[in-house]
Nanobody, 114 residues
Framework: QVQLVESGGGLVQPGGSLRLSCTAS????????MGWYRQAPGRERELVAVIGSTGRTIYADSLKDRFTISRDNAKNTVYLQMNSLKPEDTAVYYC????????WGQGTQVTVSS
């Protein structure tokens, strides 16, 4: 089993920045891909960004100019730096890890509002 704990969400004004963190624990050996997804009210969960064990990244096209994913393998942690935040970025952000099966964190709320 893999446990994922997210942190860093909160309320931010439009144009602001936040950095989300997700730390994995448990059976973390051979975790392949880690990443972030988000789900806004009334919408399906969608990909934000993922990063492989070699550092290869995949972003949602609409977010790659503002969001940056990174990974610290020594700390078993993945980060999501979010800049120039917009109200439409408001959502619950979920950490994801893939090792044979997918594991999910409980989510952290990000609210972008003035």
């Amino acid at each position: 089993q893999v446990q994922l704990v997210e942190s860093g969400g909160g309320l931010v004004q439009p144009g602001g920045s936040l950095r989300l963190s997700c730390t994995a624990s448990g059976s973390i050996f051979d975790i392949n891909r880690m990443g972030w997804y988000r789900q806004a009210p009334g919408r399906e969960r969608e990909l934000v960004a993922v990063i492989g064990s070699t550092g290869r990244t995949i972003y949602a096209d609409s977010l790659k100019d503002r969001f940056t994913i990174s990974r610290d393998n020594a700390k078993n942690t993945v980060y999501l730096q979010m800049n120039s935040l917009k109200p439409e970025d408001t959502a619950v952000y979920y950490c994801n890890a893939v090792k044979v099966q997918a594991y999910w964190g409980q989510g952290t709320q990000v609210t972008v509002s003035s």
